[in-house]
C-alpha cells in the first residue's frame, strides 16, 4: 500500500501565475482533504473532498478551488499566484465518516 | 469557533526525563482530539486519539473537557522521541474538519 501520494513534491512559479497540485489517496479511502502548511505554522485546512463534491471549505479565498474525480484522486488549482501562497500543500485521505487523517508527504510551492 | 492552542513552540528534555506536550482547545460542541506526529524527513502521523485511550509509544493524553485541555505525557523521554508534535482537533460532525495547533518541537537531549 502506496499511502497517500502527492506529486510534484515541488514547484516553482511566479506570481499571478496558476498551479495544478495532485494527490492519490490511500487505499479503501474516499474522502480527501487539502491542507496549507507555512514555515513553523501547523497545517490550516483548505477545504475537503467527498463524492466528488466540496463539503467543507476553511478560510481560503475563491482562487483556491478543487476537484475530486470518480477514482477519489484529488486536484488543487490556485489561480493568481501571490508570494504569500509559498508554502507545504498537504494532501490527507480518510474514510468517510471515520477519521484519522492519512497524510502525504507534501508540494512544496515556491512562488517568486 | 474551532481553536487549538499549542503555548510552547521548543520544548528541552534529557533523556529519562518525563515530558509534557500543552495542548488546549476551543469548540463549543463535543470535539474529538488528536495528537499528530512528524518526524524527522517522515510524513505526519497519527500518534493518538482521545476516544481510544491508548498508549503508543508509551505516550497518553486525556481529554480534561473542563480545563479544555489535551496534554500529551510521557514519563521517561527517548531520543527517538524528538519532532514535531500537532495536537488537532476535530468537530464530531459528518466531513470532518481538522483545526491543528501551531505545533511543539520536541527535543530529548542525550
Known amino acids: 500500500d502506496a499511502g497517500v501520494t502527492q506529486s510534484p513534491t515541488h514547484l516553482i512559479k511566479t506570481r499571478g501565475q496558476q498551479v495544478t497540485l495532485r494527490c492519490s489517496p490511500k487505499?479503501?479511502?474516499?474522502?480527501v482533504s487539502w491542507y496549507q502548511q507555512a514555515l513553523g505554522q501547523g497545517p490550516q485546512f483548505i477545504f475537503q473532498?467527498?463524492?466528488?463534491?466540496?463539503?467543507q471549505r476553511g478560510n481560503f479565498p475563491d482562487r483556491f478551488s478543487g476537484h475530486q474525480f470518480p477514482n477519489y484522486s484529488s486536484e488543487l488549482n490556485v489561480n493568481a499566484l501571490l508570494l504569500g501562497d509559498s508554502a507545504l500543500y498537504l494532501c490527507?485521505?480518510?474514510?468517510?465518516?471515520?477519521?484519522?487523517?492519512?497524510f502525504g508527504n507534501g508540494t512544496r510551492l515556491t512562488v517568486t | 469557533a474551532q481553536r487549538v492552542t499549542q503555548p510552547e513552540k521548543l520544548l528541552s528534555v534529557f533523556k529519562g526525563a518525563p515530558v509534557e506536550l500543552k495542548c488546549n482547545y476551543s469548540?463549543?460542541?463535543?470535539?474529538?482530539l488528536f495528537w499528530y506526529v512528524q518526524y524527522s524527513r517522515q510524513r505526519l502521523q497519527l500518534l493518538l486519539r482521545?476516544?481510544s485511550r491508548e498508549s503508543i509509544k508509551g505516550f497518553t493524553a486525556d481529554l480534561n473537557k473542563g480545563e479544555t485541555s489535551f496534554h500529551l505525557k510521557k514519563p521517561f523521554a527517548q531520543e527517538e522521541d524528538s519532532a514535531m508534535y500537532y495536537c488537532?482537533?476535530?468537530?464530531?460532525?459528518?466531513?470532518?474538519?481538522?483545526?491543528f495547533g501551531p505545533g511543539t518541537r520536541l527535543s530529548v537531549l542525550p
Open positions: 490527507a485521505s480518510s474514510r468517510a465518516r471515520d477519521s484519522p487523517l492519512h
Open positions: 487505499s479503501g479511502h474516499d474522502t
Open positions: 473532498y467527498y463524492e466528488e463534491e466540496e463539503r
Open positions: 469548540y463549543s460542541g463535543s470535539p474529538e
Open positions: 482521545h476516544i
Open positions: 488537532a482537533l476535530s468537530g464530531n460532525n459528518y466531513g470532518q474538519n481538522f483545526v
